[in-house]
Nanobody
Framework: QVQLVESGGGSVQAGGSLRLSCAAS?????????MGWFRQAPGKEREGVAR???GNSYHVDGRFTISRDQSRNMVYLQMNSLKPDDSGVYCC?????????????????WGRGTQVTVS
């Protein structure tokens, strides 16, 4: 099993920045391939924000940057120029294989999330 714990959320004014962190523990060797970030706003479906696969990173918005420190089993999400629409619960996710993009059903491990509020 793999456990994922997010941190770094909080309240920020529009235009500000936040850096989210995700600490992985357990059988982390099994998730060496892919990790990502999703978010869910109240009343909306969970949506992908960024993912990192091997040495390649992908993001849906240029304001967000995902990075990873494999030696520390950490993944980060730097968020800049935040907008109120970016508010929501941000969850870290990981998989031992290659998930189908941002299809939530294809990601195996999930953290509980950290709240981001932009006002």
């Amino acid at each position: 099993q793999v456990q994922l714990v997010e941190s770094g959320g909080g309240s920020v004014q529009a235009g500000g920045s936040l850096r989210l962190s995700c600490a992985a523990s357990g059988y982390t060797y099994s998730i060496s391939s892919c990790m990502g970030w999703f978010r869910q706003a109240p009343g909306k479906e969970r949506e992908g924000v960024a993912r990192i696969l091997g040495g390649n990173s992908y993001h849906v918005d240029g304001r967000f940057t995902i990075s990873r420190d494999q030696s520390r089993n950490m993944v980060y999400l730097q968020m800049n120029s935040l907008k109120p629409d970016d508010s929501g619960v941000y969850c870290c996710t990981a998989d031992s294989g290659v998930p189908r993009g941002y299809d939530t059903t294809s990601w195996k491990y999930w953290g509980r999330g950290t709240q981001v509020t932009v006002s």
